[in-house]
T-cell receptor
Framework: DTGVSQDPRHKITKRGQNVTFRCDPI?????LYWYRQTLGQGPEFLTY????????KSRLLSDRFSAERPKGSFSTLEIQRTEQGDSAMYLC?????????????FGNGTRLTVT | AQKITQTQPGMFVQEKEAVTLDCTYD???????LFWYKQPSSGEMIFLIY??????QNATEGRYSLNFQKARKSANLVISASQLGDSAMYFC????????????????FGKGTKLSVIP
């Protein structure tokens, strides 16, 4: 159990560029989540995968955002045509598929700065 | 919809003393779970403790305990014997019971409380 891994840790991009983040969950965790956290706020839910199926999406996930988990293992989150308002910490989390009270295990996050 | 309220933006506690961080919640779900997470300055969210809405006893985990008062919709975190390493942001969160059929897997967080432990 090496924990949830996110790459990169930091990303600086210019407005209008596309960015992609990667998340590797804890092995054998079939549930994967993406959250966004802005300064002074708690994390906000973006989307949820069970295996490769994207089962839930927040209205925060505009059409510029897309997430995939093609083989039910790692996941990517892409933001197209970035805006300054996209600057935030993007957190990935995973949890096992059994147990209604299973806590989410979070990665260290990817901090995005849009200039 | 679920809502978490943490009314204390910041708290100070003397090392070795106990501290209570407040959390109130609002939900229409009959069955739900409550969580507390710690976020040090490094940014990682660390799971501390869980309480199910139908659990009769308050949850405890080492120096952490959860003071759950269902009728008042509160789930306060108590940290005993504070240590310097406890200085961090603390978030209360909740989600529907995954087996209740509510259909949502999202964990809803409060805005957090920044705890500072004074030597």
């Amino acid at each position: 159990d090496t924990g949830v891994s996110q790459d990169p840790r930091h990303k600086i991009t210019k407005r209008g560029q596309n960015v992609t983040f990667r998340c590797d969950p804890i092995s054998e965790h079939n549930r994967l989540y993406w959250y966004r956290q802005t300064l002074g706020q708690g994390p906000e839910f973006l989307t949820y995968f069970q295996n490769e199926a994207q089962l839930e999406k927040s209205r925060l996930l505009s059409d510029r955002f897309s997430a995939e988990r093609p083989k039910g293992s790692f996941s990517t989150l892409e933001i197209q045509r970035t805006e300054q308002g996209d600057s935030a910490m993007y957190l990935c989390a995973s949890s096992p598929g059994t147990g209604g009270n299973s806590p989410l295990h979070f990665g260290n996050g990817t901090r995005l700065t849009v200039t | 919809a679920q809502k978490i309220t943490q009314t204390q933006p910041g708290m100070f506690v003397q090392e070795k003393e106990a501290v209570t961080l407040d959390c109130t919640y609002d939900t229409s779900d009959q069955s739900y779970g409550l969580f507390w997470y710690k976020q040090p300055s490094s940014g990682e969210m660390i799971f501390l403790i869980y309480q199910g809405s139908y659990d009769e006893q308050n949850a405890t985990e080492g120096r952490y305990s959860l003071n759950f008062q269902k009728a008042r919709k509160s789930a306060n975190l108590v940290i005993s014997a504070s240590q310097l390493g406890d200085s961090a942001m603390y978030f209360c969160a909740m989600r529907p019971d995954l087996y209740s059929g509510a259909g949502s897997y999202q964990l809803t967080f409060g805005k957090g409380t920044k705890l500072s432990v004074i030597p």
